[in-house]
């Protein structure tokens, strides 16, 4: 096979809206210091306030340092091309941003499942929880978070190194991606697809099927207490992971899980979008409001009674 002499891509993210590309490097620089600021508050809340010092703060903490990082990886980028009106990266960069764009997006996603594991235990087994979620556990299970995700994107990002592109190099989406490199590649990617739809299908499908089973057994323990009040108190807890994990898998079955994964288009794009900056923009907020502990300690941080 003919190798590619293609050294550079051409990122051409939001192409059908070129005439509001300015108004969307603000949006996106506004929702870059948003993220940043939110989730740097929660992790100092986390490191600074002892009353804050369990594992569920601490997997909240590291949530947070999980999306400084993820959100870091795409709209630099993009913003750095915009106000620089540099639209290329080199295939090694590509292939880099891909890889820590995926090790630090499934990172998330197994920390998720072991919240809603952690969320299991205090609920249902609160005598035990002491015993089981040790910090000795807790620390074991985000090394493995961090280590199994780091194996599962060098699959992708090797795979990726070997494709050819013998065509173009346009690569239409603000930052690079499976499906949009999929597109422009003349090689054969029936063994990418049927990775992706296994071993891809094992990781999201696995750890969602994780956290439904746990969310079952919470609902069940929760509906079984007689005490309405603490019944809202157990439900408020878990609400707010709930909505995350549901903003976390939608777009990421939309963008991945689909039929035509290696098509294009401004759909794929806003829904990137979502979980790439509205996800990790929000999260701190969906932790935040509707959790009393964290609203008093950022009282206490601000000297506020």
Known sequence: MNRSNITHFVLFGFSDLSDKQLMLAIIFLVVY??????????????????????????FLGNLSFI??????????????????????????ACITQMYFFFFIGNTEILLMTVMALDRYVAICKPLHYTVVMSWKTCYMLLISCWATSSLHSLIYSLMTSRLSFCGSNIVRHFFCDIPPILQITCSDISVFRLVIYT?????????????????????????????????????????????????LYCTDLFTYMRPSLSSNSLYNQVVSVMYTAITPMVNPFIYSLRNNDVIQAFKRLNGSK
């Not at 993220?35 to 594992?55: E, F, Q, R, W, Y």
């Not at 993820?70 to 639209?87: A, D, E, M, Q, W």
């Not at 009040?229 to 903003?247: D, E, N």
């Open 199 to 247: 071993e891809g299908t094992l990781m999201v499908g696995g750890t969602f099927v994780a956290i439904l089973m746990s969310y079952v057994y919470i609902f069940i323990t929760i509906l079984g207490v007689s005490s309405l009040v603490h019944q809202r108190k157990l439900f408020s807890t878990c609400s707010s992971h709930l909505t995350v994990v549901c903003l």
């Open 33 to 58: 210091l948003i993220a940043l600021t939110g989730n740097v508050i929660i992790i100092l809340l986390v490191k600074c306030d002892s009353k804050l010092h369990n594992p569920m703060y601490f």
């Open 67 to 92: 999306d400084i990082c993820f959100i870091s990886t795409t709209l630099p980028k993009f913003l750095v091309n915009y106000f620089s009106s540099r639209t290329t990266i080199s295939v090694t």
